[in-house]
């Protein structure tokens, strides 16, 4: 499930509120050196708000993945290989300003005849292909193995309990948002009238002599939304996506009578069921972004004077429609894999994850196709600030199974970083663990495209990941002689080391080391990357 991330993490908030539940020429700065007063975001420029995850932790006391550091000292004006990155998402604006030079097309397919031109078992597959038909909302997995009743009873009866306990969650969220957002209105509504104007400032609140018990909850009331955003429109638009999201998992995603596959016409639990879908992976309505949202992270146009830039200046996007507003099913997820290996992409950004996986084997499978094409997997960590390694918190897909041994050498699962050094570095709703987390890159506020020509910020590791896909894309376009296995390890290799111990999950009593909570213990790094593949790719160094 990807769509609601955003909107998730702004839950945490609000509901807190309410009282609720070493190789020469890598940069070897240790973050230790810059332990001087840690930037916040909100002291950030506007320019370093959309551009920070591309800045220099060293230079710009940021902690980036110094991409712009890499373009102007290392690349420079060398293009290198063309790569073609799969987007295995929600559907992307392929229309939008910023993308539109950027997709991958399929030159052997001719549009809208409704044939199959190249005879690759998809029909008018231009720039991708549709897996989802014109569905969009959809139930989470295990509340579709409830209606279903898939699964041996123990799964079952923990899918039934997991249930219970969100539903009634987002029954009363809602309503806490719905609250939360009434007495905001009303504090609006009367401190306009205190003040005599129609705008205001929190300067102006906090200047505000109230003389009434009730003007003083209004101001109090205003104060405390201010710590959330700049403006209280800003509030108030959060909050009601807030209930829109709660609202969206009452309705579909917890809802267990619902059944939005069924405009699809195939049964998604029978992989040889293949005749769905379409050649259209463009988004279905403006509020599916996410899958716009990464493929601009990867691959908005660099320099083009427009909103964004992304990481990779020389991609072509895949665009793979196969996450719904809900959670994705593992035929979709499997069968885009293997779309995305049989039509030329080098890389597969899988910025989505689900705890109930009934047919997982079919993606293991898919992953395996892809190593042994030499295809790299990225994978966000998932948004749960939970510890993966701990069995009871499981994170469709990955590269083993119960903490086992890799069954393939091409997946990079990320977790997100918040763009400030220090204790707080991983984001408080970033998943981590030694085994099945590999590497960190940011993920908070990032700035990207979004559908109709707009650009937004948004948070998650499902922003992290396409962050590293364009790392490893850069790499790989200057060095096409590399494996996906040696691009996988460059990325690991050469990233910064954090010895700092840093908060986990957003609870200050549980801290620990980047090494101790992923695989490589390092933050990703464009900069370091290029100089290692450089030295691996001319022989001097052995991974």
Known sequence: ??????????????????????????????????????????????????????????????????????????????KGKKII???????????????????????????????????????????????????????????????????????????????????TSAQQNKERYEQ???????????????????????????????????????????????????????????????????????????????????????????????????????????????????????????????????????VEIMSIRAVPNGDEYDKDIARGIRYAVDNGAKIINGSFGKSFSPNAQWVYDAIKYAADNDVLFVHAAGNDG??????????????????????ADNVITVGALDPEYGSELVASYSNYGKINVDVFAPGTDVYSTYPNNEYEYSPGTSMAAPAVSGVAALVWSQYPDLSAKQVKKIILNSGLPVKTKVVLGGDNTKSASLAEISTSGKMVNAYNALIMASKVSNGQLQL
């Open 85 to 167: 990155v799969a987007v295995l998402d929600s559907g992307i604006d392929l229309d939008h300003e910023d993308l539109d030079g950027v997709l991958w097309t399929n030159s052997d397919e001719k549009p809208g005849n409704n044939k199959d031109d190249d005879n690759n078992g998809y029909v008018d597959d231009i720039h991708g292909y549709n897996f989802l038909g014109e569905s969009y909302n959809e139930q989470l997995e295990y509340v579709r193995m409830l209606r279903l009743n898939i699964g041996d009873q123990a799964t079952l009866a923990k899918a039934k309990a997991k249930l219970d306990e969100e539903y």
């Open 180 to 314: 939360i957002l009434q007495a905001v209105k009303n504090a609006d509504t009367e401190v306009k009238a205190f003040l005599g104007k129609e705008t205001y400032t929190k300067e102006d609140v906090m200047g505000m002599e109230a003389s009434t018990e009730a003007m003083q909850r209004n101001k109090s009331i205003l104060l405390q939304m201010y710590s959330f955003k700049d403006s209280i429109p800003e509030v108030i638009e959060e909050l009601g996506d807030g209930i829109t999201y709660f609202t969206e998992q009452l309705n579909y995603n917890l809802n267990k009578d619902f059944n939005g596959r069924e405009v699809v016409g195939d049964d998604p639990y029978d992989y040889n069921d293949t005749d769905y879908g379409n050649g259209n992976p463009n988004n279905r309505v403006d509020d599916e972004s996410h899958g716009t949202h990464v493929a601009g992270i990867i691959a908005a146009e660099r320099n083009n004077g427009l909103g964004a830039n992304g990481v990779a200046n020389n």
């Open 386 to 407: 939970a510890n993966l390694d701990d069995p009871a918190n499981p994170n469709y897909p990955n590269d083993q199974i119960n903490n086992g041994a890799e069954f």
């Open 1 to 78: 499930m990807i769509r609601t991330i955003t909107k998730s993490l702004l839950v945490f908030s609000f509901v807190a509120l309410l009282g609720c539940g070493g190789t020469g020429g890598l940069i070897l700065t240790p973050v230790e050196n810059i332990d001087a007063v840690p930037l916040k975001i909100s002291e950030l420029t506007e320019t370093e708000k959309k551009n920070w995850g591309h800045l220099d932790l060293a230079s710009d006391t940021i902690p980036g993945m110094s991409v712009d550091k890499a373009y102007t000292e290392i690349i420079k004006n060398k």
